[in-house]
T-cell receptor, first 115, second 110 residues
C-alpha cells in the first residue's frame, strides 16, 4: 500500500483566517514532505521532516508553520496568507534515511484558494 | 546550480504508437532518477524509478538511463488516450530533495 492521504481536498480561506492542512501515511515511512505547486509548474519543496525532526525549511514565510506530531502525521498550519499563496499543496512521504535516493509518494493534494 | 531539463511540449503521438520522453540533468554525481505522471488538477503519480545505467521495463513503460550522457528517457509503448498527461522527470539530490524538470505535456491522439 503506497497511500498518502490529505485533508481537506479543497480549502477557501480569507487572509485573516487560520486553517490547517493534514497529511497521513501508514507505510512506516520516516520522511515526510510539504510541497507547493502552482499551475503548469513542477512541485516546489517547502519542508522536510526526517524521523519527526524538521530537516529542511526552504526559506518558507512564517505564515506557513509545519508540525509533525508523530511518524504518521504531518500538519501545515496556515495563518494570514496572501492571495499568491493559492496553489495545490502536496504532501509526500518516503522511507527515510537515504535522502534523495528515495522514492517519494504523493498524496492527492489540497487545493487552496486565498481570497 | 543543479538543473533538469525537459522539452515542455506538447508532444503529440498517435494512439498505439511509442511515446518517447526525454530528460537531461546537470549533476554528474546524481544517483536516482524518477518519472512521475500528473493529470491536470491531480497530484504526481510515480511511474518509474531507475538507478542503474541501461533499461528498466514495467509493463508498457521503459525507463532508460545513460549516466555518461546525463540523459534519462521514458518510453511508453502502445500509447493510449489515458496516457495523455504531463510527465515530470525528477533527479534525486543527496539531501532529500528532488530536482524537477518543467514537465512534458503528452497528448495521445485517438
Amino acid at each position: 500500500d503506497t497511500e498518502v492521504t490529505q485533508t481537506p481536498k479543497h480549502l477557501v480561506m480569507g487572509m485573516t483566517n487560520k486553517k490547517s492542512l493534514k497529511c497521513e501515511q501508514h507505510m512506516g515511512h520516516r520522511a515526510m514532505y510539504w510541497y507547493k505547486q502552482k499551475a503548469k509548474k513542477p512541485p516546489e519543496l517547502m519542508f522536510v521532516y526526517s524521523y519527526e525532526k524538521l530537516s529542511i525549511n526552504e526559506s518558507v514565510p512564517s505564515r506557513f508553520s509545519p508540525e509533525c506530531p508523530n511518524s504518521s502525521l504531518l500538519n501545515l498550519h496556515l495563518h494570514a496568507l496572501q492571495p499568491e499563496d493559492s496553489a495545490l499543496y502536496l504532501c509526500a512521504s518516503s522511507q527515510g534515511g537515504q535522502g534523495g535516493q528515495e522514492t517519494q509518494y504523493f498524496g492527492p493534494g489540497t487545493r487552496l484558494l486565498v481570497l | 546550480q543543479k538543473e533538469v531539463e525537459q522539452n515542455s511540449g506538447p508532444l503529440s503521438v498517435p494512439e498505439g504508437a511509442i511515446a518517447s520522453l526525454n530528460c537531461t540533468y546537470s549533476d554528474r554525481g546524481s544517483q536516482s532518477f524518477f518519472w512521475y505522471r500528473q493529470y491536470s488538477g491531480k497530484s504526481p503519480e510515480l511511474i518509474m524509478f531507475i538507478y542503474s545505467n541501461g533499461d528498466k521495463e514495467d509493463g508498457r513503460f521503459t525507463a532508460q538511463l545513460n549516466k555518461a550522457s546525463q540523459y534519462v528517457s521514458l518510453l511508453i509503448r502502445d500509447s493510449q488516450p489515458s496516457d495523455s498527461a504531463t510527465y515530470l522527470c525528477a533527479v534525486g539530490d543527496s539531501n532529500y530533495q528532488l530536482i524537477w524538470g518543467a514537465g512534458t505535456k503528452l497528448i495521445i491522439k485517438p
